[in-house]
């Protein structure tokens, strides 16, 4: 599987941490302190729908492609606009697209969890190219005035279109089946015939817990795939790690022992943007010239689940 096209899509408006300060008791200071974020974009009046085509339009021109040209299409989101019809359904018609279309669900790692689904199918001879799209609408899952969780996260939407040509080399998914200090609980219902209700609850988060599991789950999860994949820490150009919080990038570049400039950032622009977010970053690496032929990319994310997710792959896009 190699990557053909990218693309990203954000809404137009930008909320900064002294915006957040106004009604919440923090301070920019100490957001950008803990988490490394300055700023995230947040839905206004845009649909998820509205994002996810413009990232998945972005990622066809990209790629030289129209959607006529795409056999399967893959949505990562957690909660789409709406329950069903699915967003990959609906994304289908807004592209103009006519192939299978469906929704996962692997929370922040889903853009792992597509790549891997996506070279399954191209495998199989299902499909000869797949447009994964990741679109995420975050700021309507947390609670406005829980200032633990409503700094960290942003909306957006990320692309990639890919083909059964040379490029993946190694990929790594697990999943521990734990929703202790990660999760959300939608709405009850009203069934007459249920004996038990779980409360509505928007975004919940155990923060020290899930520090400790990403940092060491990121860097786990890298040394195995690059070892999978027969390469060495030091050969990899990218590390494109999920966009979550910037310390926790920066504990696991220490433990893996490399370089600073290796793993770009845009954590303090973007927020966590969920699955988004690794494929937003690709994007904007790749559209500011710093990818070339050849390089070695090594991407992970975790999250929800709690699900982890990683793979190197060598870009190949000029």
């Not at 890919?162 to 990660?182: C, I, P, Q, W, Y």
């Not at 520090?211 to 060491?216: H, I, K, L, Q, W």
């Not at 070892?227 to 990038?249: S, T």
């Not at 070339?292 to 975790?302: E, K």
Request: charged share 20%; net charge negative.
């Amino acid at each position: 599987m190699r990557i053909l096209g990218t693309g990203s899509a954000l809404p137009a408006l930008t909320v900064t941490n002294d915006d957040l300060a106004k009604f919440l008791d923090t301070s920019d200071e100490w957001i950008r302190t803990h988490t490394g974020i300055e700023s995230r974009q947040v839905i206004t009046d845009e649909t998820l729908l509205q994002l996810a085509a413009r990232a998945a339009n972005a990622a066809l021109e990209n790629a030289g492609l129209t959607s006529a040209d795409i056999d399967y299409l893959l949505c990562s989101t957690v909660q789409a606009d709406t329950v069903t019809p699915s967003l990959g359904c609906v994304l289908q018609a807004e592209i103009g697209a006519a192939c299978p279309a469906l929704d996962i669900n692997g929370a922040c790692a889903g853009f792992l969890y597509a790549l891997d689904l996506a070279d399954a199918l191209l495998k199989a001879g299902k499909a000869a190219r797949v447009l994964v799209v990741c679109a995420e609408g975050m700021s309507r899952m947390v609670d406005w005035s829980d200032r633990s969780t409503c700094v960290l996260f942003g909306d957006g939407a990320g692309a990639a279109v890919v083909d059964g040509g040379e490029g993946l080399l190694a990929t790594r998914l697990t999943s521990a089946g734990d929703a202790t200090f990660l999760n959300m609980h939608p709405s009850p219902g009203n069934s007459p015939f249920a004996t038990s209700h779980l409360p509505m609850r928007a975004l919940y988060m155990d923060g020290p817990e899930i520090y400790r599991f990403a940092v060491s789950h990121s860097v786990k999860d890298l040394r195995a795939v690059c070892e999978a994949a027969g390469v060495a820490l030091e050969y990899v150009d990218h590390f494109l790690l999920h966009q979550a919080n910037k310390r926790i990038i920066d504990a696991a570049r220490v433990r893996l022992k490399q370089p600073e400039e290796k793993f770009p950032l845009n954590v303090q622009v973007r927020g966590n943007t969920s699955s988004a977010s690794v494929p937003i970053l690709l994007d904007e690496v790749s559209r500011a010239g710093r990818l070339r032929p050849g390089d070695i990319l090594a991407m992970s994310a975790f999250g929800a689940g709690l699900t982890t997710g990683a793979c190197v792959l060598r870009w190949t896009k000029e």
